[in-house]
């Protein structure tokens, strides 16, 4: 009984009826909403009813509810029609023309409704059905001009929804009925349940920006079968064959009225797939959705937004140098961004999501993303089409993002298998004992790590993708934080940390003052094994936030003048240029001859950045287009902070301070004579570079270390013991990469791994690898000949004694090392090799990296035996440099021979 | 007074319901032809739009809204941004390459020649050409007249 009552007012009318009250209603709201809408500002003055105009808000949802239930209603009143052939009823073929052009216009009522709310997606809209219009012969044009418009114009869609659409609509519905009065009862409970969805449900409104097409709904089986057409001709052909078979389908006799109306019926149920698997499975750009994508390419249906009557009551009009989002109604004051970045231009959805269609704080901060730089948001956020989308997809594979070196390295260290591709990200790693390794003692330092909190990155903080280097907060910006944290209710003419590309050395430094720690060695600190409380002096010792102790050795002659990591490295390098670098050495292309060559640069006109990112970093930076730059030798890449003048001198701009100085020339001595063609700049100008020897590296399964890719802890960690550490000249090796060049190297990893201990690993294994270095301790007065021709650390012996002992004639070189002989391979703890001895692989991180062999060493040996006597600077060994044999050849009597 | 005839001297019946049909018909007809020619007018209005650009335009994409520029090192080309398969308007990209969010096509920015599907025609190309007297490149909303529409 109960169900029957329930089914009673269910089934309170036909579909028929029910099509012809929300069609009054619609036909009813739309007359009202025609006061606050405004169509030479559409998207504008949508939002302002959004926002300040709660009736008017009300009156556009209930337009929209009303047109979607008079467009489904109308489905069903067809389909109940055809279903029981009571189109049949129709008898005057007058009528049934009307009815279906008035079919037509329901199609066009719909999608210029869609058009008319002026976002982004009605944009497209517009010009996709200008498209097919235009592809009409003969009248296509005019067509267009008359039902589509002009572009971003909407006065002839609105007159055409407003009144031609309408008009037609209502004489179709007399046509058919001969009554447009619905019993009072239908029209009462249509009204109050549409009534209900508008108080609750917002009528969707996309984003000005957007290139994507979101909906309608009912468009979606249209957009899905246009990406299969390249002619879209072709669907306007299949929709005029349609339009005509319904046409005559009155004149066809009894079976063919039934084979027509399955077809209809089929291409109604295809259609209703096509819309469905659109709604489902599509995603950006059209492309299949992919696992990380959520939400669909449609606009959502229902989306629940109450009418809030308590807004204010003056109507508000938003500045049209305002960016058209509710944010700005509390955040237009916002200060601390760059002009890039202004909220006036930008917004704060573009970065923060949330809801920007409501005034209503706590709706308008739902679903806000609190860190915008984070990678996992950075689709939706700082990489979207409009903003930095290249940027976000080239850093995606870039070493500060992969770690893939370090991975490489580690797991080749730990006889794991490596591999060139992707899977050597450190997100990817697993739990073998060289990635558990890496979990417990590297893992850390990535771009990857999400940011979770506000606030300045501090010393231990590392990760935050694009935060990580561009967000700083500066002191109002903090004192703003502090505010927000303790709920200030005057919160807005806040300061927000600046979003700029300033990026100073210390957000390098929470990363590189690790391993190589060539953060530390820029600014001439060297890492040692004191704690804390063995200092005495403040002075040549500094504590860093960490509790490691550092000593002052000497800084790069590039910070003396005030230079920082960016004024040498720049976008594509700190970035990635979306190739998979293996190593650091392969993402780094600038070199010290771009900036100090020995003749005239290679040089690029700043105003021909082939890139738009390029283009617009060289705009904020305001460098002239008519600059010419140097471009690096390796890589052709332009560094935009330079200048080169008429006379070929090369400047440089201090990105951060905007100072300008002079480049100079290398010296002629560094190319002169033969003798050392085959050095590298860095072989002789690196001053120092961190060196540390004797560590251990064993797994505790006692000790609860932390897994620095979740942030969670491990019970077991791997402990790494540190050695001794130096801050001493680099030995140096040679680098075979197709030729063969004299580069300076550094301990990489001299270390026993305790596998044993760690569930997985096969043993203890000890290894002495050394590794390139590259030290950031450039000095402008290279080394001198002794520091490496008489040096037993610079050939690779490690440190200790070495003599060239004369007996007779014939010199003999002794080496008496200062450390005892490791037991795994009987070589000094601090060599790379034996004294006169082939090195045994392996023998560093990387491949083409060796120390010297035997023959090399005698031959830096033998110029070593001259250096014995001759000074430096003698004209000896001036000659010896330019051709040693010549210098060879003219040895006198007293002179003595190497043995 | 004369009554009217037709050719074969029959008097001309002008029945009410008649002389309100070629009234209407009338009407229709001065509508249309309106209609006909003002959408007309406001077409090649709109196609008459010229704009000017100073030398110094950046190599590769400048991005202007219904058109972007491509300049090379020896040339700068204009092309609309309307895409050739549906009539959307292709995004902006930092690259040599334009995507199309509608459905998924792509195009390559120096030729405008499609790269990938459902567009297979390349983007429309307009009359881009340098004013030697002002120093502008002047790019109308036009197919150059030395290629083919
Ligand atoms: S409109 Fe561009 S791909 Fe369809």
Known sequence: MEFRRIKKIIQFDTAGWIAISSMLLCGLSGFLLAIPYDNSRAYESILEMLLFNPAGNLVRNFHYWSSQLFFISILIHLYDHFSKSTESNIKNYRTWLILCISLVFLGYEMLSGFILKGDGAGLQAERIFASLLESIPVAGKILVSAFAGREDHWQMVYVQHLATGTIILFIGTYEHVKNIWPKLKSIVIVFAGLLLISLFFRAPLGFTGSNQITGPWFFLGIQELLHWTSEPRYLLLLFFVSFFLLIFLPKLGIKGIKILKRMFFAGGILYLGLTLLVFFFRGNDWQWKNSSEVGSISEAAFIYDPVDFSLPKSMLVLSDKVKTEGCLVCHSAMKGLSDSHQPASTGCFACHRGDPFSSDKLKAHKNMILVPGNFSNVRQTCGTQNCHREISERILSSLMNTAGGIVRTDRKVFGEAISQKDSDQVENIGHSAADNHLRNLCAGCHLGIEKRETGNATWLDRGGGCNACHLQYNPGAISSLKKMRSKDPLMTAEIHPAIDIQVSNDRCKSCHSRSGRISLSYEGWNEINLKPSDLSDSVHFKILPDDRVVEFVQDDVHHQKGMNCIDCHGSYETMGDGQHPLHEEDAVKVQCIDCHPGNIPETFMLGNLPDRESQMIAGLRKYRPDTRVVLTADGNRPLVNTLVDSLNRIFLTNKLTGEIQESKHISPACYKGKGHQRLACESCHTAWVPQCIGCHNSYEKSTIGIDMLTGKPTSGSWIEYAGKNFGEPPTLGVKVDGRKQIVPAMPGMILTIDKETFAKGKGSCFLRLFAPASGHTTQRIGRSCKSCHNDPLAIGYGRGVLKFKAPGSIGKWTFEPRFAQNGNDQLPEDAWTGFLQEAKAPWSTRTGLRPFTVGEQRRILEVGSCLTCHEDKSRVMELALEDFQQALNKRCKFCLKQQ | ?149
């Open chain 2, 1 to 149: 007074m004369r009554r009217l005839t037709n050719f074969m001297d029959k008097p001309i019946v002008l029945s009410r319901k008649s002389f309100v049909k070629i009234i209407a018909g009338i009407c229709t007809g001065s509508f249309l032809w309106s209609w006909y020619n003002l959408s007309k007018d406001q077409v090649q209005k709109e196609n008459q739009s010229e704009f000017r650009h100073s030398e110094d335009i950046s190599l590769g994409i400048s991005y202007f809204g219904k058109y972007f520029l491509y300049r090379t090192k020896d040339s700068v080309v204009a092309f609309s941004t309307i895409c050739t398969h549906a009539g959307c308007r292709i995004g902006k990209s930092n690259s040599g390459i334009l995507q199309c969010e509608c459905h998924g096509s792509r195009f390559d920015a120096a030729t405008g020649r499609p790269l990938k599907g459902p567009a297979i025609h390349p983007l429309r190309q307009f009359d881009c050409r340098f004013d030697s007297r002002t120093g502008e490149w002047i790019v109308k909303l036009q197919t150059p007249k030395d290629q083919p529409a």
